[in-house]
């Protein structure tokens, strides 16, 4: 009888840790952003720079885009690094080739983390977003993106 007790508080627990260790889903949105108000826009603020951006409401990347995402130590600190589908990775180099100095705004969880200027093409299926995070952060953000 105590056997089965202590393996039924075993399993209680068990249980209880997969369920903690489950990520929390984090929603991922990329829009494209100016820095003019015009009607349609939404006004947010960055939290990198503080700056006041205006955002277009269609989403062109989100979650459904990305295959894997992982957190990492970067130039600036702990970072979020992307990693596309092939049809993401697809759809991301004919939006960077297509939209050279625009702005892209990057939003988790509805909030702007940044939008940065396209430069250039990106073909190589990568994206890379960081924020004022902890390394913690950044992880929980990498495992909520892929979360299902």
């Not at 399993?11 to 840790?17: D, E, F, Q, T, V």
């Not at 990329?30 to 820095?35: D, L, P, Q, S, V």
């Not at 990057?106 to 093409?121: E, F, Q, V, W």
């Not at 929980?140 to 892929?146: N, S, T």
């Amino acid at each position: 009888m105590k056997r089965i007790v202590g393996l039924i508080v075993v399993l209680i627990i068990s249980w209880n840790a997969c369920e903690q260790e489950q990520p929390k889903n984090v929603r991922l949105e990329f829009r494209f952003a100016e820095t003019e108000s015009a009607e349609g826009l939404t006004g947010m603020t960055a939290q990198i720079s503080d700056e006041k951006i205006f955002l277009h409401d269609e989403v062109v990347i989100s979650n459904a885009d990305i295959d894997s995402a992982f957190a990492s130590a970067g130039q600036f600190g702990p970072q979020v690094e992307l990693i596309f589908t092939a049809a993401g990775s697809a759809k991301y180099a004919k939006l960077t080739e297509d939209n050279i100095n625009k702005r892209i705004g990057m939003l988790i969880d509805g909030k702007l983390i940044s939008a940065p200027s396209i430069r250039t093409k990106i073909p190589d299926g990568r994206a890379i977003i960081w924020g004022k995070w902890t390394k913690e952060e950044a992880e929980i953000i990498a495992r909520g993106i892929i979360a299902k």
